[in-house]
C-alpha cells in the first residue's frame, strides 16, 4: 500500500491515545432508528437496549468521534454505520452478537478497518473491537502472549518490545492484529518463523449462538474452529477476543534499503530468481514504481527493502552483483531489532485503492514474463498518486508447513505478487480511474499468465476476482464449509466473499 510517511511505532502510539481518550464519549443523544435491509426498521428502543447492554458504549452519528472511529483504511468504501458498538469485554461482543442475532441486523465487525475490499464497513452496526486491546505475556517462562481482539499492530509491537519478544508481523501499525492473523499474516519474520497464523497457538472466539468458546487450540473440543481461525479470514466463524501468539527472542539486524533506476527489467528478473535461494533469516520485499502521473522524471524504478537475521552471511553475498548497479544503497548492520522495525514501519493514511494479488514460483519467472510486466506498467495511465506492482517474498518456514495444516493454503511458492492502483477522487477524474482499473485487470491476467502463478492472498480481499473461493483457499475450502456450517449454519457472519455454509 502506498507509504505516506515513516513516523515510527512510538509516535503511531501517541496518536493513538486520542482514540483510547474518547472511548467514553459516547452520545446522550436520542437514538436513531438503524435502517436494515429492505423495509425494515429497528427501533430506537432496540438501541437504547444495546446501550445498556454493552460497557463500551454505542456511539452515534452526532458524536465528535464517530467518523474516526467509522473512517475505513479504504476510502471506496466509506460506508458509514447507523451507530458503533464499543466493545470493552468479551461479555460485550456477546451482547452484540445476540442483538444483531434478535433483530436480524446488518452489523461488521473491525479493529483496524483495513480490509481492502470494505468488508470491515456496514450501514448497520459497526462493532468495534479496539477497546479490547490488552496485551499480557502469560506465566511459564515458554514465551506466550495474549493479544486482545481490538489490539493494533503498532500496540502489540509496544508490549513485545518491552519483552525484547517479536512474532511474524505487518510493519502497518494501524493494521488490527485480528484481521492480519486470521488471513494468513505477512511479514519479514515469515520466512524466518512462519506466517502470523501459522504462531497462533490459542484463540477465544464468540461463535454465532453468542457462546464464547475460550483459549481453543489445535487438540480437543474447538480444534475444527481453531483450524479455521488460522487463515480462514476474518468475518466468517465468529468475533475472536484474544489470541495467544508463540514469541521470539530478539536480536540485532541488518536493515537494507536499495534502489535500481536503470536496467531495471534486468534487475528485477535477477532479484526474483535469485532471492529464492536466500536463507530463511533474509525477508524482503520488492516495488516496482510507477511515479504519480506527470511526474517530470516518469521513469519505473525497482526497490528492495528487508532485513537479514544473524546468519553467516551477509546482503551483498545474498543479492550479488547486481547490487552494484543500484543508484541508492542503504546497509546498516547490527542495529537493534525493533529500532530496526522503525525504519521498516509503513504509516497509511485513508485513500483510495484497489489491490489484486497471486503466488509465484521463481523457477516459473523467465526474462520474457519479467520483459513484459516492464512494458505493461510504462503503458500504465497512472494517477496523481505513484503506483506499483510488489513482491512479497515468501519461502523458508511458510513452506515448511503443509497446505492442509492451516487454513492458510499457500505454500510452496517463493513470492507474493500484488498490483496497486492508487488515487485521490478530487484530483482524479472517474473516466481515468476507469482507465486505470481496467489496464490493472489486463496487466494481472497477463503476468498470471506469463509466470504460471495462483492463488490469491485473503488478507487482499479483490471485490473484482471472480473465483475467489479457489483463489483464497483452494483444497481447504470444503473444511472450511463444513466448520461454518458446525458454526453458523443461519449464515449470521455473512459478507460478499465469506464462506457459505453446506
Known sequence: MFNAGQPSRRTFLVGAGRFAAASALTSVAPFPALADSGDRRIAASALRDLAGAVQGGVVLPDDPFFDDYARPNNLRFRTLPTAIARCASE?????????????GARFAVRSGGHNYAGFSTTPGLLIDMTPLSTI???????????????????????????????????????????????????????????????????????????????DIQDSGDGSDLFWACRGGAG????INTSFTLRTFPVETVTFFDITWTTEVGEVLHT??????DAPPEFGSKINVTKPARGSADPRLTVSILG?????GTTVEAIIGPVLEKASKTRIDRDIAYWPAQ????????????????????AADITPESVATMIRLAERMPGTSMANAFKFFQVGGKVN??????????????????????NWWNRKDPKSLVDENLAWQERFYATVNTATKAAGAFQNFPDPSLKDWLSAYYGGNYARLRRVKTDYDKADLFTYRQGIKPL
Open 235 to 238: 468475518g466468517n466463524f465468529g
Open 91 to 103: 461479555t460485550d461482543v456477546q451482547a452484540c452478537v445476540a442483538w444483531v442475532r434478535k433483530h
Open 307 to 311: 532485513q537479514l537475521h544473524k546468519c
Open 400 to 421: 515448511a508447513t503443509a497446505a492442509d495444516a492451516t487454513a492458510y493454503v499457500h505454500r510452496g511458492y517463493d513470492w507474493l505478487f500484488s498490483s496497486e492502483v
Open 342 to 361: 522503525d525504519l521498516l514501519s509503513e504509516f497509511t493514511y485513508p485513500y483510495f485503492y484497489q489491490e489484486k494479488s497471486s503466488y509465484m514460483r
Open 136 to 214: 499480557t505475556p502469560l506465566p511459564g517462562g515458554d514465551g506466550l502472549v495474549k493479544v486482545g481482539g481490538g489490539a493494533l499492530n503498532g500496540m502489540v509491537y509496544q508490549a513485545l518490545e518491552r519483552l525484547n519478544r517479536t512474532v511474524t508481523h505487518g510493519r502497518c501499525t494501524t493494521v488490527g492484529a485480528a484481521g492480519f492473523l486470521l488471513g494468513g499474516g505477512i511479514g519479514f519474520n515469515m520466512r524466518m518463523f512462519g506466517m502470523g497464523s501459522d504462531l497462533l497457538q490459542a484463540t477465544s472466539i464468540v461463535t454465532a449462538d453468542g457462546a464464547l468458546h475460550a
Open 271 to 276: 532479484l526474483l530468481t535469485r532471492l529464492a
